[in-house]
C-alpha cells in the first residue's frame, strides 16, 4: 500500500475530513520525507521539535534519526491518531502534545539545543519564525515546508526584500532545499511548495533590536513609495531630514525598502538613532 492509500485509508478508519482552514494537505510522497529528514541532518542525541506532525509518517522517521522527537498536534483527532500509531509501531522516543504551538510555553520542548520540523499553513509563517526566533533559546536549524511563494520571500535578495526576509534574515541564513510540487499532497492544494532550511547565526548583529525593527517597519509601510517618504512619515520628520539622513548612511534617497540587506538596515540605523 503506498502512501496515497495509506492516508486514505487512515482518514477513512477514524473519519477525518482533512480541512483546508488549518492546512491540513497531507504529503504523499516517500521521496520528499526523506529529504525532510537529511535537510535536518539529525543525530541520535539531537531533540526535535515536530510540529504539525498530522498521520506521524514523518515523525516517525524523525524519531528513528534523532534521541527525542516532541511532536505538537493542533487538531485532537490528528493527536490520537498519532498516539495510536506510535504506540502500534512501539516508538518509545516521541512525546504527542495536543497543542497550539502559538500559545505553548517554550518551556515545554526547548531545554537546551533542539531543531525544528514543521508543516505550517501561510497563516501562521510569520508569527511561528518570530516566536522562535526572538526567543531566548532559539533552535539551531529549523527545516520548515511552506508555500513556495513564502519560501522565496524568506530567501529574497537585495531588490526583492519584504519585512519577512529581513525578520527572518536578522537571525538566521535561510536557502530553499527543495521545491516541492502541489502534486506531492493530498488533498492536492491550489499552490507548490518548498523545503527551507533556517539556520541560526552563532552572532547575532549588534544591533538595539526594538528600535531596529521599528525602523524596518517603518521603511516597508507603503511599498510603493521612497524609503524617504516612508521613514519620514513613520519618525514624523521632514522628507529632507529623511533623505539627508539615507545619504550619510551611504544611500541613493531615491532607494526603496526591498532593496536594502539586513547589513543596509543595520547601517542605516546608526543615522536614524
Known sequence: MDLLEQTKELCRLYNIKPARSKGQNFLIEEKIYGKIVAAAGLKPNDTVLEVGPGLGFLTAKLAKEAGRVVAVELDD??????????????????????????????????????????????????????????????????VLMLQKEVAERICAKPGGMSLLAVSVQFYAKPEIAQAVPKENFWPEPQV??????????????????????????????????????????????????????????????????????????????????
Open 192 to 273: 507548490d511548495s518548498a523545503i527551507v532550511k533556517i539556520k541560526v547565526k552563532k552572532e547575532m548583529p549588534k544591533a538595539d533590536n526594538q528600535n531596529f525593527f521599528q525602523l524596518v517597519k517603518f521603511g516597508f509601510s507603503a511599498k510603493r513609495k521612497m524609503l524617504k517618504n516612508n521613514l519620514a512619515a513613520g519618525f514624523k520628520i521632514d522628507q529632507n531630514e529623511a533623505a539627508a539622513k539615507i545619504r550619510q548612511a551611504g544611500f541613493n534617497e531615491k532607494i526603496r525598502a526591498q532593496e536594502l540587506s539586513v547589513d543596509d538596515w543595520l547601517k542605516l540605523s546608526a543615522y536614524f538613532y
Open 77 to 142: 483527532k490528528l493527536a490520537e491518531v498519532l498516539k495510536i500509531g506510535l504506540m502500534a509501531k512501539e516508538i518509545k522516543n516521541v512525546e504527542v502534545i495536543n497543542s497550539d504551538i502559538l500559545k505553548s510555553s517554550l518551556a515545554l520542548f526547548a531545554k537546551g539545543d533542539f531543531k525544528i520540523v514543521a508543516n505550517l499553513p501561510y497563516n501562521i509563517t510569520s508569527i511561528f519564525l518570530r516566536k522562535f526566533l526572538e526567543g531566548e533559546n532559539k533552535p539551531e536549524l529549523s
